[in-house]
């Protein structure tokens, strides 16, 4: 019985440390090309065009690395077009941006699915981002981008 224990105690800490390596980065540019292989020699997959779209990184090769994007898209980008600046998407829609980490403050807007949020800081389950003109609180469970 002994045995089991020890089995499962390391087999749950040995997949926190899987998923401990993926992590979040951004776009840094409004042109960025997903490769199907870790190289320049690999064709094209797609176009991203918006800078400061999050991807979730989930493998390295040499100077690429493999990602995953919020419509599950995965391929190979070259570091260079890669950025540790904080964003996230909605991934609810109608959420609103709070003037404080709070419910039950002032409502400064409404946001829709997929809308692409700067994050300044994160506390506890809130977020300060800023989307345009607005700069405010969502909760961090209506976020992609994330860990």
């Not at 042109?31 to 320049?40: D, E, T």
């Not at 941006?97 to 946001?111: E, M």
Request: proline share 3%; charged share 30%.
């Amino acid at each position: 019985m002994l045995k089991i224990f020890y089995i499962f105690i390391f087999s749950y800490f040995s997949f926190q440390s899987l998923l401990a390596n993926e992590y979040f980065l951004t776009l840094r540019n409004d042109k960025v090309n997903l490769r199907q292989g870790p190289s320049f020699e690999y064709p094209i997959k797609l176009f991203y065009k918006k800078e400061f779209l999050p991807v979730l990184i989930q493998d390295k090769f040499e100077n690429f690395r493999k990602i995953r994007d919020h419509e599950n898209n995965t391929g190979w980008i070259h570091i260079s077009q890669l950025s540790k600046k904080k964003a996230a998407i909605t991934i609810d829609d109608d959420q609103l941006i709070f003037k404080k980490p709070s419910i039950y403050s002032k409502p400064l807007a409404i946001l829709k699915k997929g809308r692409l949020c700067k994050i300044h800081k994160c506390k506890d389950e809130w977020c300060k981002v800023s989307v345009e003109k607005y700069k405010g609180w969502v909760k961090k469970n209506i976020l992609w981008g994330l860990l």
